[in-house]
Each structure stands twice: as C-alpha cells, then as structure tokens.
C-alpha cells in the first residue's frame, strides 16, 4: 500500500486486538501510521484535529472509529457512507480494516476534502468516494438517498438534529451507528418522535470503554423500519435551526 516506514501504532495493535479482538496486519498499522503522520502534517495549515499527541490519535481517532464493528461487522459490498466525515472518521479507518465495503465519505468543508481526496490517493485505497456536500442536500439526491446498508456518523450533532441528517440516506432494512458521548441516551430519548418521523427505531445503545480514555463513549444503533417522508431532510440549515420536536 505505502513504501515508506511511518510512525508506529503499538498502542493501536494491542488494544485493537484486545478490546476488538482484531488483529492489524503489517499493511494495515503501515497505513495507520501514514494517516497519523499525514493528520499531523496537514492539521499544521488546516484545523483537522484538536488531538496532536500521538498516542491519542490512535485511541480517540483510530480506536474510537474502529469501535463501530461492536455494532456488527461491515460485510463485502456493503455501502457504506460516512456523514461529517471531518478527517475521515469513522470512515476511513474502517475502510482499512474492510477494503471490500463501498465507502462515501460526506464532507461540507472542501479543505477538508482535499485533505481525504489525498489520504486516499496516498494508501492507495479503491471504492472509496469523497462527497463536498452537506448531509441536507445529499439526502435529497436520488443517487444517494436511501442507497445505505450503513451510515455512520462521529461527533456532529445531537440526536434529534443527526437523525434527520442520517435516516434519509439510510436503505430501509440498513442501520445507522451515530458515536456519541456521555449524553447518548439522553440525546436518544430526545430525538425518539424525530426517530419516528423519519422512519428509524432505536435497536441499542452499547458503551465502548476505550483505554486510556477516561469517559465512555456508545455507539447508538438506529435501524431503517420505514421509508423516509420526502419532506425530509428539509433545506440546508433547518434540521439545526428547527430540529423535529
């Protein structure tokens, strides 16, 4: 994949291995440790990452996406999206991990893109898409709307708002996995008519206890019952502005 000898990620091997009973292959932690070097390097001009230890990129940016597969694991073919991807998580590690899933990753931010478009140029990875877009638009275009098995979405906005964001691009019969912090299930009971509306059901909530990591996350898991109303998502901006009572 790459030729050069990145930074290591021990930290990553071990306790991917023991919390996710994963093994990383030589090629894998070789790609993982580009990223780092790469999120470093590119976070000097532009605001990637608030996280620049780098041991804590690979707990709370490397761990912390690959916990996903506590939700189940991504099968051959599986579309799968990523929605306010930022730097590319959960996404593009999960995409290490998975080469044979088909990857988008959706990104409102072009600078951020730009940083994506060249990760994968770089790990030389296929069957991914990068997508300039907010997730209001995406989902009312036909060649995304409800085309999912998976959405994925890590730190962008509170349930009730993120439902609205994810559910429309989600296939019925496909789930959503939105990482979350300490107001998980709160933020879950909030959004529980939006859930409705949308066409959702909440499957379960799992806490992810990640080393060296003091608070919990969980992964909120959101299964596609129903077909979305085509009103939704509404016009850029309203989902925040107005979210579904």
Not at 1 to 14: G, H, I, S, T, Y
Not at 17 to 41: H, K, P, W
Not at 162 to 183: D, H, I, M, N
Not at 219 to 233: E, F, G, N, S
């Amino acid at each position: 994949m790459v030729d050069n000898k990145p930074m290591k990620v021990e930290q990553l091997v071990k306790c991917s291995r023991e919390l996710l009973g994963l093994e990383l292959s030589t090629e894998a932690q070789r790609a993982f440790g580009l990223y780092a070097e790469q999120l470093l390097a590119w976070n000097q001009d532009i605001n990637l990452t608030a996280i620049t230890d780098p041991q804590s990129i690979e707990m709370r940016h490397f761990l912390d996406s690959l916990s996903v597969i506590m939700a189940g694991p991504l099968l051959p073919g599986q579309r799968v999206i990523d929605v306010g991807t930022g730097a590319g998580f959960p996404g593009l590690p999960l995409r290490l991990i998975y080469p044979q899933i088909e990857l988008t990753l959706l990104e409102a931010t072009a600078k951020k893109t730009r940083f994506l478009d060249h990760m994968t140029t770089l790990l030389g990875l296929n069957n991914v898409r990068i997508l300039t877009a907010r997730a209001e638009e995406a989902g009312q275009i036909d060649a995304h709307r409800e085309k999912f098995d998976v959405v994925l979405a890590r730190a962008v906005a509170q349930m009730p708002v993120l439902s609205e964001y994810l559910l429309p691009l989600c296939k019925v019969g496909g789930r959503c996995v939105a990482l979350k912090g300490e107001t998980a299930a709160a933020e879950v009971q909030r959004a529980e008519n939006a859930l409705r509306i949308l066409g959702g059901r909440l499957e379960k909530i799992i806490p992810v206890e990640l080393p060296q990591v003091a608070e919990t996350h969980y992964l909120v898991i959101i299964q596609k019952t129903a077909a979305t109303p085509p009103l939704y998502p509404r016009r850029a901006g309203m989902p925040t502005k107005r979210p579904l009572p």
